[in-house]
């Protein structure tokens, strides 16, 4: 069964950065949407980025400008670009693809912003 595979968490200085990857470990057709969605210790997960088939992309309020979401060129990855890091940024982070047929998620990546 194909699965979405996170990679590039880690711990890092508040103001800091770093890139997230998501790929598949095997081939995943009609694609419509690719996501980043978070989960903080004992909060719901919310929706970070997403970008759409046609490249259109949108952000949650509170990484506005400080995020960014890219499609890999042969658009079977996903990237997430985390800049000036907060310690509310703190959070295991998923990606989501939503296809014609289903919808995957990864297993997740921690994301720890911390002094």
């Known amino acids: 069964q194909v699965q979405l595979v996170e990679s590039g968490g880690g711990l890092v200085q508040p103001g800091g950065s770093l890139r997230l990857s998501c790929a598949a470990s095997g081939s995943i057709n009609a694609i419509l949407t690719m996501a980043w969605y978070r989960q903080a210790p004992g909060k719901q997960r919310e929706l970070v980025a997403r970008?759409?088939?046609?490249?259109?992309?949108t952000y949650a309020d509170s990484v506005q400008g400080r995020f960014a979401i890219s499609r890999g060129n042969a658009k079977n990855m996903v990237f997430l670009q985390m800049n000036s890091l907060k310690p509310e940024d703190t959070a295991v982070y998923y990606c989501?693809?939503?296809?014609?047929?289903?919808?995957?998620w990864g297993q997740g990546t921690q994301v720890t912003v911390s002094s």
């Open positions: 970008i759409s088939s046609s490249s259109t992309t």
């Open positions: 989501m693809w939503d296809t014609i047929q289903r919808v995957y």
